[in-house]
Every structure is written in C-alpha cells, then in structure tokens.
C-alpha cells in the first residue's frame, strides 16, 4: 500500500510539473520581465520633478489649497498637518507609488499581477488583467481596485505596457508627507502606463494621471525606478517602533522613556477625564 500510494503521488507530480513546464514558457516570453526589487530613482514627492509642498504646484481648487496650505503651516508649526502616514495610516494609491526605502517587487500572471510594497506598511496590489468589467459595487481600500490591460506588443509578441485604471480609493489619503489633499468624496481615479524605458531594462516608468474633483483638470506625473536583480528583503511594521501618537485630532510624541510630548510649542495636552488625576 505504501509503495503503491508513493508511485501515484509521484505520478501526480510529474503530471503537474508537465503541465506547469508546458505552460510555463508561453507566460514568460508574452510578458516583460519585470523580475527583482524596484527602487525609485526620484524625489518622495507626488511630482518628482518639482520642489515639496507648494513648490508641487498642485492644481488644487481653492478650497483644497487652503487645505494644502493649512497642513503646511501645522508642519512648519512642529505638527503633522494633513499627513495620515503620521498615525500609521498605510499611503495608499497613488501615493504607495512613490516607492519607499523598501523597494517595490512585481509578479505578473496570466490574469493578475501582483505589486508588492516592501515599506512602508507592507501593501499589496492587485491588479486584474483577465478582461473583467468593474464590479458593481466593492468596498473601498486604500490601495484601490485595479484594472489593467497589456498593450503595445512588440514583433516578437512580447507586451511592452501595462495601462491601469484604479478606482474605490479609502481616505484618508494625501498624495505625499505635506498633505497635498484628495477631495472628501473619495471619488478618485487614478489611470497609469507602466512600462520599461527602451534604452534600459533595469529602468521602469510609471506615468501616473490623477482625476479628481479637488483638481481644477487631471495631474500627470512621472515615476522612475531602478531594478536590483538580486535583492535582499526586509520586514518593516509600522507598530513595532511608532512614536507618533494621535489622540484625538492632535498628535504627540512618545518619549524613549514612555511619556507623552508635545509636536510643537504651547500645545494641549489631552483631555484626562477618564482617569484618576487625584494627587498622591
């Protein structure tokens, strides 16, 4: 019986590893290789090519600029403005695209492909390339649904662009540390072309249009990133070294020694009432 039931798993094995091999080969030359760990070669800035804050030059309404402009003036002030990154809030689309410390992997199947962010917080994209219609309705995330389609082959076959449109996006968000803002109506939409530069492989850009009702017309930015073919990874969770504490809508630091302090000059200090202030 053990002989037995040992050939037939291993026939089972060798049946799949055909069929994984014959599969295998027509996946990998339809799609771009996109292998190893993605780092960005640009400012943490939503608009790489232009200075921080209202140096970005966001086309924001003039209710949202003075959004923009009130998280930066709490910023300056020692707070952390309209930033949600501050309280472990995960960056979201299409801020998780500026692409931290951490790097950034990608794996493409057939139907899916994944984008995995190596810091901060760890997040995950999906990114549906199977040829579905939006759903009629799903529940909101901050990195969004995303669908995609891949596009431009060359004479060999090969696609060379990925195009992707993400919806559903959760607040709160910003687009980078200032708090450039995204209109409370969450309705969002975020279209990308993500494709490797001609001249070099280990080049990847992704040109980003943002759509929303907080922009007086559409933001198009660039990304680029440099790939290390063989990386090494490393965990980041927010939690585990957090020194930013939100009570409230204020936030404070935590000292080394466990107590609460100030962000900036003269601020509150929390409401206590639910605890025993007595003296002893």
Aim: glycine share 10%; net charge neutral; aromatic share 8%.
């Amino acid at each position: 019986m053990h002989v037995r039931a040992s050939t037939g798993a291993l026939a089972l094995v060798a049946v799949l590893g055909l069929a994984f091999a014959g599969a295998q080969p027509i996946d990998a030359g339809k799609y771009p290789d996109l292998k190893g760990k993605w780092i960005r070669t640009t400012a943490a800035t939503f608009d790489p090519s232009k200075p921080a804050g209202l140096g970005q030059q966001a086309p924001l309404t003039q209710e949202y600029q003075k959004i923009l402009e009130a998280s930066l003036a709490d910023q300056a002030r020692g707070g952390q403005g309209n930033n949600p990154m501050a309280a472990c809030i995960p960056p979201g689309m299409p801020r998780m695209m500026i692409g931290y410390g951490g790097g950034m992997e990608i794996v493409t199947t057939p139907g899916l492909t994944y984008m995995l962010m190596g810091e901060p917080m760890l997040q995950l994209r999906r990114i549906y390339t199977d040829g579905r219609s939006w759903p009629e309705n799903f529940d909101p995330t901050f990195s969004g649904y995303s669908i995609g389609k891949w596009q431009e082959p060359d004479r060999d076959g090969r696609f060379q662009m990925l195009a992707v449109e993400t919806r559903g996006l959760k607040s709160p968000r910003s687009y980078d540390s200032s708090g450039m803002p995204f209109h409370r109506d969450n309705q969002a939409v975020v279209k990308e072309r993500i494709f490797l530069d001609q001249a070099d492989p280990d080049v990847l850009r992704d040109e980003m249009t943002v759509i929303d009702h907080a922009l007086t017309r559409s933001w198009t930015v660039t990304r680029s990133y440099h790939r290390e073919r063989n990386p090494s990874w490393m965990e980041t969770i927010c939690g585990e070294d957090e020194h930013q504490v939100k009570i409230g809508k204020e936030q404070y630091f935590l000292s080394g020694d466990g107590y609460l302090m100030p962000t900036r000059k003269d601020q509150t200090a929390p409401d206590l009432k639910y605890f025993n202030q007595s003296q002893k």
